[in-house]
């Protein structure tokens, strides 16, 4: 079973200054939800309920957002607007929420491993809160589609999408057997590639379902691409010494890291989520 969830949420947020110099990217609305709780819900619908957070300096929101307000609680008790809070106040009431600091950003390796002791050693998921996925109504969340595979194959698996040739720049690139239709096992996998060394169209995004000896793959990881300790290259230790998966997952992903997809995300979840609630 998967029980646990990390969300690594140290990361400055620069793509979107001046708006996260004094508020974490993460807490920004999509429409009238923080991006992290899209996460956290995601993960919820998956069956996992204790979560992880890797924070930094200036994130206490997401600490807070995750917390009750007594002053809020009070003041909004019996009035109309009680329901706008019954999401947030589910997950407070029915999950648990940890967290630990990255104190110097050495990548996302680093905060994963950072995260460690929040994990202890079962398997655990991974959700980067600037991916938001989405699925057609009644189908399974991406983070549930994985951890189905997961109790199938037991090793770490990564979420994949084919993007442009030109957009591999972005992403770890894997390169793998395939196993069925939309399931691959790595052979390669390269971070943020330029197109002609690109092993494949096929990026990773932001759900990784990982063993725990992953961490001290972590450990013995030399800073790679940009001088940062990156997944990727534990990862691919990984799958040379046994097995990880890559899973074309069923659903739609916007990269709310970048100013374009999160306005994609924004009107794509106004005009098929928020008004259809209304
Ligand atoms: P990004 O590089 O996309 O996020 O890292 P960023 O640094 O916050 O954004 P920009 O580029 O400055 O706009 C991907 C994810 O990994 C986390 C980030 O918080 C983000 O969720 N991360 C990255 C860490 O937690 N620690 C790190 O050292 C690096």
Redesign the pocket.
């Known amino acids: 079973m998967i029980r646990k969830c990390l969300f ?9 200054l001046p708006a996260t110099k004094a508020m974490p ?2 807490i920004l609305p999509v429409v009238n939800k923080p991006l992290v709780q899209y996460g956290v819900e995601e993960a919820s619908a998956a069956g996992i309920s204790e979560f992880g957070f ?1 924070t ?1 300096r200036g994130k206490r929101a997401i600490e807070d957002h995750f917390d009750i307000s007594f002053e809020l609680e009070h003041q909004i008790a019996g009035s109309g607007k009680e329901s706008l809070l019954t999401s947030i106040r589910d997950l407070i009431h029915n999950n648990t929420f940890a967290f630990t600091r ?1 104190n110097e ?4 390796g ?2 994963i491993l950072t995260g460690r002791n929040l994990m202890s050693d079962n398997p655990f998921a991974v959700i ?3 991916d938001l996925c989405v699925v057609d109504e009644g189908e399974d969340s991406v983070l549930a589609q994985m951890v189905k595979l997961y109790n199938q194959f037991r090793c770490s698996i990564v979420a994949i999408m084919e993007v442009p040739e030109d957009q591999t720049h972005k992403y770890g690139v894997i390169a793998g057997e395939s196993m069925k239709d939309g399931l691959y096992r790595v052979t390669d996998m390269v971070e943020k590639p330029a197109p002609k060394d690109a092993p494949s169209n096929l990026a990773i995004i ?1 759900r990784y379902i990982l063993t725990p000896d992953i961490f001290e793959l972590l450990e013995n990881t030399e800073p790679g691409k940009n001088g ?1 300790i990156q997944i990727t290259d534990a990862l691919l230790a990984q799958a040379k010494a046994g097995c990880v998966l890559a899973y074309q997952f069923r659903g739609r992903r916007f990269d709310c ?1 970048s100013i374009d997809g999160f306005v994609e995300a924004t009107n794509y979840i106004y005009e098929n989520v928020y008004k259809n609630n209304q």
Do not use: I, N, S
């Open positions: 690594p949420v140290a990361g400055y947020g620069t793509r979107f990217k993460e890797v930094g990255q950003m050495k990548g996302l680093h905060a980067l809160a600037d932001g940062e890291g």
